[in-house]
């Protein structure tokens, strides 16, 4: 692993990366990391990825980070939960990654739309802006839809607005309504 001590969870997420990247799993950086790629800097302390598979899958991939010296929790939401597994990755110090199996409402073309950003000499996979901003529409807590209306406001003219909606209708009428009160703002 290449973290020497706390506060590199983006070390640590190379590390999970590439691991998942020899697995052959798609994923997508979400989160405080891809805030900052659309525009909106914040501090955060660990590193959030999302996954295409579910908890039996997690529950797989699971066996090879802990091979690779990685600490694990594997948690599983009930039916009602937008996430239904979460895979929590650690090191001795304290860094941090959480692998989220799935989203409930997540466009399976977000992987495919996702950008190859460069960090650390390496690259990283993050969710798109039209999906960065419905994700965080649908988890409507006060720094998600600042978090949105940041990215809206950096995009300016360059936000595919027809895809944006799309995406939000994805996740409920609520995110819709979010979205198109958020853009008369």
Same mark, same amino acid.
């Given at each position: 692993? !290449?973290?020497?001590?706390?506060?590199?969870?983006?070390?640590?997420?190379?590390?999970?990366?590439?691991?998942?990247?020899?697995?052959?799993?798609?994923?997508?950086?979400?989160?405080?990391?891809?805030?900052?790629? &659309?525009?909106?800097?914040?501090?955060?302390?660990?590193?959030?990825?999302?996954?295409?598979?579910?908890?039996? !899958?997690? !529950?797989?991939?699971?066996?090879?980070?802990?091979?690779?010296? #990685?600490?694990?929790?594997?948690?599983?939401?009930?039916?009602?939960?937008?996430?239904?597994?979460?895979?929590?990755?650690?090191?001795? &110090?304290?860094?941090?990654?959480?692998?989220?199996?799935?989203?409930?409402?997540?466009?399976?073309?977000? #992987?495919?739309?996702?950008?190859?950003?460069? #960090?650390?000499?390496?690259?990283?996979?993050?969710?798109?802006?039209?999906? #960065?901003?419905?994700?965080?529409?649908?988890?409507?807590?006060?720094?998600?839809?600042?978090?949105?209306?940041?990215?809206?406001?950096?995009?300016?003219?360059?936000?595919?607005?027809?895809?944006?909606?799309?995406?939000?209708?994805?996740?409920?009428?609520?995110?819709?309504?979010?979205?198109?009160?958020?853009?008369?703002?």
């Amino acid at each position: 692993m !290449r973290t020497k001590g706390p506060g590199e969870s983006a070390l640590l997420l190379l590390d999970a990366v590439a691991l998942l990247s020899q697995e052959g799993v798609t994923y997508a950086v979400i989160g405080a990391m891809a805030a900052a790629v &659309h525009g909106v800097v914040r501090a955060s302390i660990d590193a959030d990825v999302v996954l295409p598979v579910n908890a039996a !899958r997690l !529950r797989q991939l699971e066996k090879g980070f802990v091979a690779a010296g #990685f600490q694990t929790q594997l948690r599983q939401g009930d039916s009602e939960d937008p996430v239904p597994a979460v895979l929590a990755l650690s090191d001795p &110090h304290g860094n941090r990654v959480d692998l989220l199996g799935g989203l409930r409402g997540l466009e399976p073309a977000a #992987f495919s739309r996702a950008l190859t950003v460069p #960090f650390q000499g390496e690259t990283l996979r993050v969710i798109g802006r039209e999906d #960065f901003v419905a994700m965080k529409l649908f988890a409507g807590g006060p720094k998600d839809m600042a978090d949105a209306h940041a990215a809206i406001r950096v995009a300016g003219g360059s936000l595919d607005l027809m895809l944006l909606r799309q995406l939000a209708r994805r996740y409920g009428p609520s995110t819709l309504e979010a979205l198109e009160q958020m853009l008369q703002q």
